[in-house]
């Protein structure tokens, strides 16, 4: 008897797992999920999770047909780290 579990693809990936399919470092992609600029994700338990469909849809939103094509997915926004500024001063 073979067993079926084996045969069905993943339905949900980890962070680094997610990274990697989407060719980013598993640091952007927790930057976009930080600034709310990144794919729609799952908590399952503590975990986040993100879907394979949830990831297509996400990268599809930067596709380009020109150059000159506006962006559609955002940068993740840069820090606003108060605290340098006060020691800068």
Known sequence: MSDTT???PPR???TP???RFL???YRTLEKHRSYGTG???LKLGGRVVYSIDDLRAWASRGAKTSTSDPGRIL???PRNDTRA?????
Do not use: V
């Not at 500024?85 to 001063?89: N, V, Y």
């Open 6 to 8: 084996t045969a069905i």
């Open 12 to 14: 949900y990936l980890c």
């Open 17 to 19: 797992e997610a990274a």
């Open 23 to 25: 060719g980013l470092s």
């Open 39 to 41: 794919p729609t994700y």
């Open 75 to 77: 940068p993740p926004k």
């Open 85 to 89: 500024a006060s020691r800068s001063r």
